[in-house]
């Protein structure tokens, strides 16, 4: 599954809030059928509603969500990018995330010490920012001495180092300006250019306020969010609050008291569910369903944006790329709302990534919350609506279930989740004209109930 690495400076919360992810994902391994749990690593299913209905619909023995990975990738310190102490390692567990999940404290408590010395949001950020920025200078500097001696001959690979150079220049200029690389707008071959560098400022963040206890019900008053979330919409990026303390301690209460104790702070649910839609939502990731008897099981699968996403961020996943038309434009723009559009736009209104009010980012999905607009502002920039019809194809989803699926891929059954709701079954939804029999050319929608057909 994907992985969003926590980060953050010392005892800003990390550690307690990933043993809160990892104990909840503990919690529904009662529940569901997996859960690999690494010291560091911990599998967390997407709360997703529509797993329950089609579940009930299909009269499934089991079901199985969609999962997030969360590392925790501790000890990230000033002067990472120079090499003191363990800070390296770091910086290489944090290129193989897919996306950064970045603590930041925003409690006050003066039992604990800040490593600044006072709770300063900006400067947090700023830290693990100029680490990174300076990281990604560092490798760009090295390329671009590499691409001035080569030899290259022949005119496509002249072209393809054509445009690594003048992208590797722009993001130069970007980072210099203290910047992420992700602020960059850049075409298409430059983009598939520097893919294979896999530079960390591209990586889509999310910036995770951690308030206190007592600030759960209204989180948007704590003059340090308003702070991160100024300087997340500047950044490119996702904020959501949660508080650390919290979470860990409803993962210790009995699940009866948990409802009474989210009661008593003026909340109705656990600040985790949002955290993890969030950040499936920030990978630009679609949801497909296939439901029988035996299971109902929602599927990852990726839009062209996750894509994009996908092979700038993280090597595992750069093949996947490779013969696939990469969206246009504005990566992150498109990671913060196009994503959030299209889904919106495509599946009747599942799912929505807001940028509200002061630019807090809202992830709703799965039909948590019915949205029906189309567009989604987010401040300080306008918002560029993603193209709806690319992403996987039948036979490629196909191929997430099994490699052989895709290989000898006929045609997929498929039906809208609202359809298959609506119709109550398969066979009603066949009878009812709602299933549609798609080919190899058809490009795999979110929500999708699917049923595949393929030669063995
Ligand atoms: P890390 O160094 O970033 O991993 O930070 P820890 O998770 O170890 O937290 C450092 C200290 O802050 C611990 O004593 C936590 O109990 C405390 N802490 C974490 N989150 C909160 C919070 O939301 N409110 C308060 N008051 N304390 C917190």
């Not at 889509?204 to 979330?229: H, L």
């Not at 948990?258 to 993890?276: A, F, M, Q």
């Not at 609506?385 to 997430?400: C, K, R």
């Not at 066979?427 to 299933?435: P, S, T, V």
Request: hydrophobic residues 40%; charged residues 25%.
């Amino acid at each position: 599954s994907l992985k969003a690495g926590i980060v953050g400076l010392p005892n800003v919360g990390k550690s307690t809030l990933f043993n809160a992810v990892v104990e909840n994902g503990k919690a529904q391994a009662a529940n569901f059928p997996f859960c690999t749990i690494e010291p560091n690593v911990g599998t967390v299913a997407v709360p997703d509603p529509r797993l329950q209905v089609l579940s009930d619909l299909s009269k499934s023995q089991k079901m199985v969500p969609a999962s997030v990975e969360f590392v925790d990738i501790a000890g990230l310190v000033k002067g990472a990018s120079q090499g003191e102490g363990l800070g390296n390692k770091f910086l290489s567990h944090i290129r193989e995330v897919d996306s950064i999940l970045q603590v930041v404290r925003c409690f006050e408590d003066n039992d604990i010490i800040h490593v600044n010395g006072r709770v300063e949001p900006k400067s947090d950020i700023d830290v693990i920012n100029l680490e990174l920025i300076f990281s990604d200078l560092d490798q760009i500097e090295k390329r671009l001495d590499k691409l001035k001696k080569s030899k290259a001959k022949d005119s496509q690979t002249k072209a393809k180092e054509e445009a690594e150079r003048s992208a590797l220049e722009k993001i130069q200029q970007v980072l210099m300006d203290g910047k992420p690389a992700r602020s960059v707008n850049l075409s298409d071959p430059e983009k598939d250019a520097i893919k294979h560098l896999c530079l960390l400022t591209m990586k889509p963040v999310i910036y995770v306020a951690n308030v206190a206890e007592s600030e759960v019900a209204d989180p948007e008053k704590n003059p340090f969010v308003q702070e991160v979330t100024k300087l997340a919409s500047n950044l490119q990026s996702g904020v959501v609050t949660v508080s650390a303390q919290v979470e860990a301690e409803l993962t210790e209460l009995p699940s009866e008291d948990r409802v009474e104790y989210l009661k008593s702070l003026g909340v109705s649910e656990s600040g985790l569910g949002n955290l993890i839609r969030a950040t499936y939502s920030l990978l630009g990731l679609r949801t497909y369903f296939t439901s029988g008897e035996k299971e109902t099981k929602a599927w990852t699968i990726l839009s062209a944006l996750a894509e994009d996403l996908r092979s700038e961020g993280s090597r595992r996943f750069c093949w996947r790329s490779e013969g696939h038309a990469a969206s246009g434009g504005g990566v992150r723009e498109s990671a913060v709302s196009g994503g959030g559009v299209r889904e919106a736009a495509t599946s009747g209104g599942v799912r929505k990534a807001a940028a509200s009010g002061g630019g807090v980012w809202e992830a709703a999905f799965g039909g948590v919350r019915k949205v029906t607009a189309r567009k989604v502002t987010a401040s300080n920039r306008g918002v560029r609506e993603a193209a709806l019809n690319d992403g996987m194809t039948a036979p490629q989803a196909a191929g997430v279930i099994h490699s052989d699926f895709e290989k000898g891929f006929i045609r997929a059954e498929t039906v809208a989740y609202d359809d298959f709701v609506a119709a109550g079954s398969l066979a009603a939804a066949r009878e009812k004209g709602l299933l549609r029999s798609e080919g190899k050319e058809y490009v795999v929608q979110e929500g999708d109930v699917m049923l595949f057909r393929f030669n063995v």
